[in-house]
């Protein structure tokens, strides 16, 4: 059989995360590129510092996503203002939380809201 070299995304196909640890219980913190590589390719504006913590802005601002370990007892905060439509909300996810489980959560807040819930 002949492998057949990928030609880039379709008409109306976009990138999407996989889990890449099974089972979950053996994933650990991981490279938290997963996470900041894929939300800057879908415009999201990296505020990190050298050497700093990870901090990310969604492109209209109205979310932002922190990954500090320097701090106790560090990890995730996502983060998403108050709206017309939707109160304030905040994740926390601990240092040790897989990170393909909060890129599965990163990755859904770049996608288009759907006005309805899915079946």
């Known amino acids: 059989m002949k492998k057949k070299q990928w030609q880039g995304w379709g008409p109306g196909e976009q990138a999407e995360q996989h889990?890449?640890?099974e089972p979950?219980?053996?994933a650990g913190?991981?490279?938290i590129r997963h996470v900041s590589e894929f939300l800057r390719a879908c415009g999201w504006r990296d505020r990190s510092k050298p050497g700093g913590p990870l901090l990310m802005?969604?492109?209209?601002?109205?979310?932002r996503i922190a990954y500090d370990?320097?701090?106790?007892?560090?990890?995730w905060t996502i983060h998403g203002k108050a709206t017309a439509h939707q109160e304030e909300w905040t994740a926390i996810l601990g240092r040790q939380a897989p990170v393909e489980i909060v890129a599965g959560l990163t990755d859904a807040?770049?996608?288009p809201r759907s006005a309805?819930?899915?079946n």
């Open 19 to 21: 889990y890449l640890v």
């Open 24 to 26: 979950r219980a053996l």
């Open 29 to 31: 913190g991981g490279d």
């Open 57 to 63: 802005d969604s492109p209209d601002r109205s979310i």
């Open 69 to 75: 370990p320097f701090v106790q007892p560090g990890g």
């Open 109 to 111: 807040l770049t996608r």
């Open 116 to 118: 309805h819930a899915p």
